[in-house]
Structures are given as C-alpha cells and as structure tokens.
C-alpha cells in the first residue's frame, strides 16, 4: 500500500463500501502500477483467470478502462481517484466510513 494519505484514505473508503466501478478503478490502477502494458487478454483467458464469464468480463472492461488513462500521471490519477471515491462516498450516504477512517488516522499519527 502506498504512504500518500490521499491515497490509503481513498482506498480504504472504496474498499469499505464496495463503490468503484470498472471505469472509476482506472484511476487506482493508473497511480499504483503507472500504464497499462501488454496486450489484452482474450475473453478465454480472462474467464479463466477471473473464474467465470462474469468475471472474465469484468477483467476485460477494467483493462479497457486502464487503457483510456494510459500516459496520465500519477498525481493526476491519484486525484481522480480521490475525487471518484469522495464523490461516491457522498453520493451514496457513506460519508460516516470517510470520517471513521480520518478520525483513526489522526489518532495514529
């Protein structure tokens, strides 16, 4: 896990409320690995690994979703992905796993 607070704030909030879409996950994968390389797996090999068609599907939506962010920065792509977790967080009236996590934080430090 990274040591940016941004970062492990927006991560545990998306972990904790289950709220990243393939599409919002980009960003994630964007700061933490930086482009996406190698070629996309077929929709065989996806299923696969992934464990069935669902799964499978959703590896390939994700992939294609890294694809679009690739050459974005790393700060760039770890404040979408802090704007996406907030965003959703608020959105769906989690607000109170956001404040958990910062008052814990604090405490810590």
């Known amino acids: 896990m990274s040591r940016h607070p941004a970062y492990a704030c927006a991560h545990h909030v998306s972990h ?12 994630f994968k964007q700061y933490k690995f930086g482009d996406v390389t190698g ?23 994700k992939f294609d979703a890294w694809t679009e962010v690739k ?17 959703h967080t608020v959105d769906n009236n989690r607000e109170e796993v ?5 008052k814990g934080a604090a405490a810590a430090s």
Do not use: H, Q
């Open 39 to 61: 070629p996309k797996p077929s929709l065989w090999s996806a299923t696969m690994k992934a464990g069935g068609p669902i799964a499978g599907a959703e590896t390939l939506m």
């Open 16 to 27: 904790a409320c289950s709220l990243l879409t393939s599409s919002d996950y980009k960003y």
């Open 98 to 102: 956001l404040l958990k996590f910062v």
């Open 71 to 87: 050459g974005m920065s790393k700060e760039e792509a770890l404040t979408k992905y802090v704007e996406v977790v907030v965003r």
